[in-house]
């Protein structure tokens, strides 16, 4: 099988792309190399796979590019995006272009080529917008719950989307996130859509703009201060790498079942942390880490939980818990102290 991974040497889509050569399938990588951590990331998978890998260094908004390399692919797994609120707030303009228009670009080239190929696309909880924030929740010692029934086992996929409060970045992932479903809908492209939460892993260069979890345990690891926007108080469901790439693999095993469908995909109820309850586990592993506090973000949620549960009717669930992947994530970090 021939698989096109658009961003394929960031995180998720490097852990992607080893999953699937360790499977002995074709693998291209699609990248700009623009964030941080992803020519090492490549690095990485060039010296681990010395065959059945390709490597396009481009930009999803060079749309004759992306039709060049998706002529002949069985499947796309399209995890290119711009991934940080505060730079869509800075720069909006390259915020869309990238995730809006850079998705539209990735669909067309594949609406036109010769095989049909699944297409999967990483959303976000972000595409809920503010209405989020709506919901009722109670202040607890080290984190904010959500107290109405409705919710309690967080919020399900037919959740109202919210098309005036968004930033730029959760406005141009849901223009995503639409375009992505109507292309199903009008052209019978095999599309799945993703909204993930919190995801954590190896090979993930986390700062204090994306990626919290990774953010903080490097932080900790090198003992550097960290800053808390708001009171820390805030709770995500978190995922560990592995789950999800075994999630796509099971949404593309099953795509008759998952095709032109939105999944929640991440923690959900069972694997939620709190920063401050992040920064009390990497205590409880040795690490007594220095961090302040300053003013809360812009549209940031006090709670956002995942309800998991239709993504069960692909044969997923979450197996890994937070205590054991931030434990993995500190032992990577350990071994890789030359990447940071």
Same mark, same amino acid.
């Given at each position: 099988m021939k698989v096109l991974i658009t961003g394929g040497a960031g995180f998720i889509g490097s852990n992607l792309s080893n999953y699937y050569l360790n499977?002995?399938?074709?693998?291209?990588v699609f990248d700009n190399l623009s964030r941080r951590g992803t020519e090492k990331n490549l690095e990485w998978l060039r010296t681990n796979h010395k065959k059945n890998l390709s490597f396009i260094k481009n930009d999803i908004r060079n749309f004759d590019s992306l039709l060049n390399a998706t002529k002949d692919v069985d499947m796309i797994l399209h995890t290119a995006a711009q991934v940080a609120v505060?730079?869509?707030?800075?720069?909006? %303009?390259?915020?869309?272009? &990238?995730?809006? $228009?850079?998705?539209f670009n990735v669909l067309e080239a594949a609406r036109r080529s010769d095989n049909n190929p699944i297409l999967v696309f990483t959303s976000t909880n972000k595409v809920y917008g503010d209405n989020v924030n709506k919901i009722p929740i109670a202040e607890k010692e080290t984190r904010y719950e959500f107290i109405d029934s409705k919710y309690i086992k967080g919020v399900h996929e037919d959740f109202p989307t919210d098309a005036n409060e968004h930033t730029p970045y959760g406005s141009s992932?849901?223009?995503?996130?639409i375009y992505v479903r109507d292309f199903y809908t009008i052209y019978r492209l095999k599309t799945v859509t993703f909204r993930m939460s919190c995801i954590y892993g190896t090979r993930q260069?986390?700062?204090?703009?994306?990626g919290w979890v990774a953010y903080?345990?490097?932080?900790?690891?090198?003992?550097?201060?960290i800053v808390i926007y708001g009171d820390g108080k805030q709770? %995500?469901?978190?995922?560990? &790498?592995?789950? $999800?790439?075994?999630?796509?693999?099971?949404?593309?095993?099953?795509?008759?079942?998952t095709k032109g469908k939105v999944y929640n995909i991440g923690g959900g109820i069972k694997n939620t942390l709190s920063?401050?309850?992040?920064?009390?586990?990497?205590?409880?592993?040795?690490?007594d880490t220095k961090y302040s506090f300053n003013n809360w973000r812009s549209a940031d949620q006090k709670v956002y939980i995942s309800d998991i549960k239709k993504a069960n009717e692909f044969g997923w669930e979450p197996k890994i818990k937070p205590e054991e992947g931030v434990k993995k994530l500190l032992e990577w970090v350990k071994?890789?102290?030359r990447l940071f």
């Amino acid at each position: 099988m021939k698989v096109l991974i658009t961003g394929g040497a960031g995180f998720i889509g490097s852990n992607l792309s080893n999953y699937y050569l360790n499977k002995g399938h074709e693998v291209t990588v699609f990248d700009n190399l623009s964030r941080r951590g992803t020519e090492k990331n490549l690095e990485w998978l060039r010296t681990n796979h010395k065959k059945n890998l390709s490597f396009i260094k481009n930009d999803i908004r060079n749309f004759d590019s992306l039709l060049n390399a998706t002529k002949d692919v069985d499947m796309i797994l399209h995890t290119a995006a711009q991934v940080a609120v505060t730079t869509s707030i800075k720069n909006p %303009r390259e915020d869309f272009e &990238i995730n809006a $228009l850079g998705t539209f670009n990735v669909l067309e080239a594949a609406r036109r080529s010769d095989n049909n190929p699944i297409l999967v696309f990483t959303s976000t909880n972000k595409v809920y917008g503010d209405n989020v924030n709506k919901i009722p929740i109670a202040e607890k010692e080290t984190r904010y719950e959500f107290i109405d029934s409705k919710y309690i086992k967080g919020v399900h996929e037919d959740f109202p989307t919210d098309a005036n409060e968004h930033t730029p970045y959760g406005s141009s992932k849901y223009a995503a996130d639409i375009y992505v479903r109507d292309f199903y809908t009008i052209y019978r492209l095999k599309t799945v859509t993703f909204r993930m939460s919190c995801i954590y892993g190896t090979r993930q260069f986390g700062n204090e703009d994306q990626g919290w979890v990774a953010y903080f345990v490097i932080s900790s690891f090198f003992k550097k201060p960290i800053v808390i926007y708001g009171d820390g108080k805030q709770v %995500r469901d978190v995922l560990y &790498i592995d789950d $999800l790439v075994r999630a796509y693999e099971l949404a593309c095993q099953n795509i008759e079942k998952t095709k032109g469908k939105v999944y929640n995909i991440g923690g959900g109820i069972k694997n939620t942390l709190s920063l401050l309850e992040l920064l009390n586990l990497l205590r409880s592993f040795g690490f007594d880490t220095k961090y302040s506090f300053n003013n809360w973000r812009s549209a940031d949620q006090k709670v956002y939980i995942s309800d998991i549960k239709k993504a069960n009717e692909f044969g997923w669930e979450p197996k890994i818990k937070p205590e054991e992947g931030v434990k993995k994530l500190l032992e990577w970090v350990k071994e890789n102290k030359r990447l940071f």
